[in-house]
C-alpha cells in the first residue's frame, strides 16, 4: 500500500475503534441530559454566563477556570481547553459584532448592547 504524497507509511495510523469499547447513542445521550433536567452548554455559551455574572472583564485566566469548573459545560473533552477558550476569545474580538470585546491585554469583557 502507498502513503498519500506528503506522508510516509509509517507515520499514517490505522485505528479502529477497541472491540470492548461501549459507545453511547445520541439519542442515549440525549434523553440522559433530558432526564436529568439540565441543559448542557458549550464552551461559547459558558463564557457568556461567567462573565455576565461577573459584571465585570475578567483575566482569560479566570474566565477559563471558571468555565471548566462549570458544571453543566460539555464538548471541552480535548488536550488544551483552555487554548480553545482563549482562541474563541480572541477571534470573536475580532469580528464587528463578536460578543466578546478585549478590554486590556489577556483580559476580555461581553460587548455592551448597543441602543437603538
Known amino acids: 500500500m502507498t ?3 506528503g506522508e510516509s507509511s509509517t507515520t499514517r495510523s490505522h485505528s479502529a ?4 469499547a461501549v459507545v453511547a447513542e445520541p439519542e442515549e445521550t440525549a434523553e440522559a441530559e433530558a432526564a436529568s ?6 464552551g461559547r ?14 483575566t482569560t485566566k479566570v474566565i477559563v477556570e471558571r468555565v ?3 458544571p453543566r459545560v ?3 473533552k480535548g488536550l ?4 480553545t477558550l482563549a482562541a474563541k476569545l480572541a477571534t470573536e474580538n ?6 466578546f470585546v478585549r478590554t486590556a491585554p489577556g483580559t476580555y469583557g461581553l460587548r455592551p448592547k448597543e441602543e437603538g
Open 3 to 5: 502513503a498519500p504524497k
Open 80 to 83: 488544551t481547553p483552555g487554548a
Open 37 to 42: 433536567g439540565s441543559e448542557s452548554l458549550s
Open 68 to 70: 471548566l469548573a462549570h
Open 17 to 20: 475503534p477497541k472491540k470492548d
Open 94 to 99: 475580532k469580528k464587528p459584532n463578536g460578543i
Open 45 to 58: 455559551e459558558a463564557m457568556i454566563e461567567v462573565l455576565r455574572l461577573a459584571g465585570e472583564p475578567l
Open 74 to 76: 460539555t464538548g471541552l
